[in-house]
Nanobody, 120 residues
Framework: QVQLVESGGGLVQPGGSLRVSCAAS????????MGWYRQAPGKEREMVAV???????DYADSVKGRVTISRDDAKNTVYLQMNNLKPEDTAVYYC??????????????WGQGTQVTVSS
């Protein structure tokens, strides 16, 4: 099993910054991809940013230029630095990890979610 522990969410004013973190632990053979998704009330979950084991990144158009995803392989931790936050960024942010559990098996896990609220 793999556990994901998220932290760093909270309330921030428009234009402010916030960093959320997600630490993975457990039976991880190797990490393929880590990422952040979000779900606002009444909306579907959407990808915010992902980063591969090679360091390749992808961002949602709505956050490009404002958000940076990074990872610490030694800690199996992924970070999401969010700047110039807007009210429309308000959502529950979920960490996702896609891993190898062995040389031939893969699995994906989700964190419990952390609330990010952008409001004055």
């Amino acid at each position: 099993q793999v556990q994901l522990v998220e932290s760093g969410g909270g309330l921030v004013q428009p234009g402010g910054s916030l960093r959320v973190s997600c630490a993975a632990s457990g039976s991880i053979f190797s990490v393929v991809r880590m990422g952040w998704y979000r779900q606002a009330p009444g909306k579907e979950r959407e990808m915010v940013a992902v980063i591969t084991s090679e360091g390749n990144t992808d961002y949602a158009d709505s956050v490009k230029g404002r958000v940076t995803i990074s990872r610490d392989d030694a800690k199996n931790t992924v970070y999401l630095q969010m700047n110039n936050l807007k009210p429309e960024d308000t959502a529950v942010y979920y960490c996702n990890i896609f891993i190898r559990t062995s040389s031939i098996r893969f699995a994906t896990y989700w964190g419990q979610g952390t609330q990010v609220t952008v409001s004055s």
